[in-house]
């Protein structure tokens, strides 16, 4: 893990343990520094910003009820996104899901890793991560977008490291493929 | 894009219920917790069933009885240690390694179940009397299962299983693992048949009954959100 994401996980371990005493300064800590990645993780299960919204107060009241089964000092991000995955799917599976699209101009901002920001521009790689099936995205989302380790993303989705990282490898193939066909297309 | 700011309906309905939490023990820890309580569940219906060992325990050797019952035990309790992982928020166990998990606890006891026939013929199994015989077995094996059970599902759901069947069934895959691995001194028949449709059918059950109650936990759950 490179020096600032200790650091940022350090951080949010801190927040979390000072939420599990009864401090709201530090919910609502938690609350700001994961609000955007989280709502970009959702936006990949129903694409739409609103639908988002709501679901990411789903999750913090879900994070709310399971506080308790957070165990410091484990990293705070494999527990928080399974319980988003999950809110998600809850939702997905209840049949609530609207199916409006979505403009480029709605969806979230997150940082993009260089790695990625060498490929495209960050409108682009969106728009064609949407492309991609469920699984891949989900998959460079958390590796390659949140900067998680396969590790981290094995906790997440339930999956081995080692399978994490070949779904990654498959997934950024098809990115790449996509890319290449986008740029044909455009030439 | 909206502000990071705590929208004040998710602001109300989390200072409204703010009280200081303990956070759980780790999942190792409560696995202790569950096998305290296992092994002193154990102890109890022994003792209240009257069991003894089986009578033919010198035709068998060591390997059969006291080693294979140890590996029992120990596939048990690591089954019973994935139920209250898989408990967790993001701890869940690969689904392969689960499916790996309870295949090894079933495909054991069958082993040992056949080891044991070609040991010993144990009781012969009359006609007529197997049913009854049956139920009596599975009735120990229920019992012995229990205490084990029970703690180990009331663990699960204490916390926020995200694959709530997943967690009851490896819960009830352990718990029966271990009631079999204890059983398999009591038990006096060595007939296959016996052996197949009570016990394994036992562990099974029980794999289903935790199954069950999480598939009911997660209906519950659900229609309350």
Same mark, same amino acid.
Not at chain 1, 80 to 95: N, Q
Not at chain 2, 12 to 24: F, H, M, Q, R
């Given at each position: 893990?490179?020096?600032?994401?200790?650091?940022?996980?350090?951080?949010?371990?801190?927040?979390?343990?000072?939420?599990?005493?009864?401090?709201?300064?530090?919910?609502?800590?938690?609350?700001?520094?994961?609000?955007?990645?989280?709502?970009?993780?959702?936006?990949?299960?129903?694409?739409?910003?609103?639908?988002?919204?709501?679901?990411?107060?789903?999750?913090?009241?879900?994070?709310?009820?399971?506080?308790?089964?957070?165990?410091?000092?484990?990293?705070?991000?494999?527990?928080?996104?399974?319980?988003?995955?999950?809110?998600?799917?809850?939702?997905?599976?209840?049949?609530?899901?609207?199916?409006?699209?979505?403009?480029?101009?709605?969806?979230?901002?997150?940082?993009?890793?260089?790695?990625?920001?060498?490929?495209?521009?960050?409108?682009?790689?969106?728009?064609?991560?949407?492309?991609?099936?469920?699984?891949?995205?989900?998959?460079?989302?958390?590796?390659?977008?949140?900067?998680?380790?396969?590790?981290?993303?094995?906790?997440?989705?339930?999956?081995?490291?080692?399978?994490?990282?070949?779904?990654?490898?498959?997934?950024?193939?098809?990115?790449?493929?996509?890319?290449?066909?986008?740029?044909?297309?455009?030439? | 894009?909206?502000?990071?700011?705590?929208?004040?309906?998710?602001?109300?309905?989390?200072?409204?219920?703010?009280?200081?939490?303990?956070?759980?023990?780790?999942?190792?820890?409560?696995?202790?917790?569950?096998?305290?309580?296992?092994?002193?569940?154990?102890?109890?219906?022994?003792?209240?069933?009257?069991?003894?060992?089986?009578?033919?325990?010198?035709?068998?050797?060591?390997?059969?009885?006291?080693?294979?019952?140890?590996?029992?035990? /120990? !596939?048990?309790?690591? &089954?019973? =240690?994935? *139920?209250? $992982?898989?408990?967790? +928020? @993001?701890?869940?166990?690969?689904? #392969? %390694?689960?499916?790996?998990?309870?295949?090894?606890? /079933? !495909?054991?006891?069958? &082993?040992? =179940?056949? *080891?044991? $026939?070609?040991?010993? +013929? @144990?009781?012969?199994?009359?006609? #007529? %009397?197997?049913?009854?015989?049956?139920?009596?077995?599975?009735?120990?094996?229920?019992?012995?299962?229990?205490?084990?059970?029970?703690?180990?599902?009331?663990?699960?759901?204490?916390?926020?299983?995200?694959?709530?069947?997943?967690?009851?069934?490896?819960?009830?895959?352990?718990?029966?693992?271990?009631?079999?691995?204890?059983?398999?001194?009591?038990?006096?028949?060595?007939?296959?048949?016996?052996?197949?449709?009570?016990?394994?059918?036992?562990?099974?059950?029980?794999?289903?009954?935790?199954?069950?109650?999480?598939?009911?936990?997660?209906?519950?759950?659900?229609?309350?959100?």
């Amino acid at each position: 893990m490179k020096p600032d994401r200790q650091a940022e996980e350090r951080r949010l371990t801190e927040l979390m343990i000072g939420y599990q005493k009864g401090n709201m300064d530090d919910f609502e800590g938690l609350y700001a520094a994961l609000k955007q990645p989280l709502l970009r993780y959702l936006w990949t299960f129903v694409r739409n910003a609103t639908v988002a919204e709501d679901l990411l107060q789903d999750t913090f009241l879900q994070i709310h009820r399971a506080r308790q089964t957070y165990s410091p000092p484990r990293p705070v991000r494999p527990w928080i996104y399974a319980i988003t995955r999950h809110v998600a799917l809850m939702h997905l599976r209840s049949g609530r899901r609207r199916k409006e699209s979505l403009a480029d101009d709605q969806l979230p901002e997150v940082p993009v890793l260089p790695e990625m920001e060498k490929l495209a521009d960050r409108a682009t790689l969106h728009r064609l991560l949407a492309e991609l099936p469920r699984h891949s995205q989900e998959v460079l989302m958390l590796h390659h977008l949140l900067g998680m380790s396969f590790q981290e993303v094995g906790q997440i989705l339930g999956i081995a490291a080692g399978t994490a990282k070949v779904r990654s490898h498959r997934a950024m193939k098809a990115l790449r493929k996509e890319l290449e066909d986008h740029d044909g297309g455009e030439a | 894009m909206s502000s990071n700011s705590l929208p004040a309906s998710l602001r109300e309905a989390i200072s409204e219920d703010l009280t200081p939490v303990k956070p759980l023990p780790a999942w190792w820890m409560r696995t202790i917790y569950a096998l305290v309580v296992a092994a002193a569940g154990l102890a109890v219906i022994i003792a209240l069933f009257e069991l003894s060992l089986r009578p033919d325990m010198d035709q068998l050797p060591m390997w059969l009885t006291w080693g294979c019952t140890a590996v029992q035990l /120990v !596939v048990g309790v690591i &089954l019973i =240690g994935m *139920a209250l $992982r898989e408990a967790v +928020p @993001g701890n869940r166990a690969p689904t #392969g %390694t689960a499916s790996l998990a309870v295949a090894t606890g /079933v !495909v054991m006891q069958v &082993l040992v =179940g056949i *080891a044991t $026939r070609m040991h010993s +013929p @144990g009781v012969p199994l009359e006609k #007529g %009397t197997g049913f009854g015989i049956g139920i009596g077995c599975s009735a120990h094996d229920g019992a012995l299962a229990l205490p084990a059970l029970v703690m180990t599902l009331w663990l699960v759901f204490r916390a926020l299983p995200l694959r709530p069947s997943v967690a009851g069934l490896l819960g009830g895959a352990g718990a029966a693992v271990t009631a079999d691995a204890v059983n398999h001194f009591i038990c006096p028949m060595s007939d296959l048949r016996h052996v197949l449709v009570w016990h394994t059918g036992m562990i099974l059950g029980l794999m289903l009954l935790g199954w069950v109650t999480g598939k009911v936990w997660e209906w519950k759950r659900f229609n309350q959100d």
